[in-house]
């Protein structure tokens, strides 16, 4: 008595499913990828058999990733293989995509400036250009300008950025777009930092808080990123500390983007020559920008 799997071998459904497999393996052994890995690794006919499965899987995984590479197991490209050892067998393995390095680089980078950045108001740190409301035509050279400053320091520009105006005409806002299109580049970094908030987490680590904050750490946390905005310069309270602090950590970089209500005529009254001359290191015209004739965007009208 014949078994089952004979019978069904033998029967015309059992035939056609040979047969369609017969067809496949054919296009499949037809592959140019897959005849070179047969070829270079000087596979048998009997080898090939064993593995067919897994070359059939590696087939239809390739199609799917060149097909859309991001959603094909989240940016992993497969990659055939063979063990070594005299049971070697086909397995697939897979390699992380230049694309899906970049964008966890970005997201690495984009958490840095969302966790280690120093925001008193907590709104900015929503920030985006594209949310940025521009109802005049100043408004729109602040804009402007500001997009400018992102690709004069993409392009390796040396030398500080002020922004300069009262509060709530969108300097501050500006300065975190700034950073944040600038992060999304690959291989820069970027820090936002409230310079009264500075001094307060470096006093507070004095008396026993945060050790991360202390003055060695915080200069060198700062001094660490590609591009920094130091928000706010001026309106901490003025003392010797604060600008010696100031001065050091000025002293410690090239691409800063100041954010303040003073002039530079202001910061000469408020602090020494020495600090301001740090401060305003390679600002000009083109590098800096004034928003005396904008209005608080804050006020709502009633």
């Known amino acids: 008595m014949e078994n089952m799997s004979e019978g069904i071998r033998k029967s015309k459904v059992g035939q056609k499913v040979i047969k369609d497999f017969e067809v496949m393996k054919a296009e499949l052994l037809s592959d140019p990828e897959i005849a070179e890995f047969i070829t270079k690794h000087g596979l048998t006919d009997q080898q090939v058999q ?4 897994k070359l059939f899987e590696y087939q239809t995984e390739r199609n799917a990733f060149e097909n859309d590479s991001q959603k094909f197991i989240n ?6 293989g063979l063990s070594g050892g005299s049971n070697s067998y086909v397995y697939i393995s897979y390699d992380e995509t230049e694309k899906r390095k970049t964008e966890q680089i970005n997201k690495q980078k984009m958490a840095f400036l969302g966790r280690e950045s120093l925001v008193l108001d ?3 740190k929503m920030a985006r250009f594209d949310n940025f409301q521009i109802k ?4 729109q050279l602040a804009f402007d300008f500001a997009k400018k400053t992102v690709e ?3 392009n390796d520009g040396e030398g500080n950025t002020a922004l300069v105006g009262k509060q ?3 300097k501050s806002h500006l300065a975190m777009s700034i950073l ?3 992060n999304e580049n690959p291989g820069h970094s970027a820090m936002y930092a409230s310079y009264s908030q500075v001094i307060r987490l470096i006093k507070d680590s004095f008396g026993g808080g945060d050790a991360k904050y202390s003055q060695q750490n915080m200069l060198r946390l700062l001094a660490s990123v590609d591009l920094l905005v130091l ?3 001026g309106s901490e309270n003025v003392t010797d500390f604060s600008q010696e602090l100031l001065t050091d950590l000025m002293d410690s970089r090239t691409r800063t983007i100041i954010t303040t209500n003073y002039s530079s005529d202001e910061l000469r009254r408020t602090y020494e020559a020495r600090t301001v001359s740090r401060l305003l290191r390679g600002v000009d015209r083109d590098r800096a920008f004034n928003f005396k004739s904008l209005k608080d965007k804050r006020i709502q009208a009633f």
Not at 50 to 53: D, K, M, Y
Not at 75 to 80: F, N, S
Not at 136 to 139: K, L, R, Y
């Open 50 to 53: 064993n593995n067919i499965s």
């Open 75 to 80: 940016g992993y490209k497969p990659i055939l």
């Open 122 to 124: 907590k709104t900015i």
């Open 136 to 139: 005049d035509n100043e408004e």
């Open 152 to 154: 004069f320091y993409l």
């Open 168 to 170: 709530g005409t969108g």
């Open 180 to 182: 944040k299109e600038y």
């Open 231 to 233: 928000d706010d310069v």
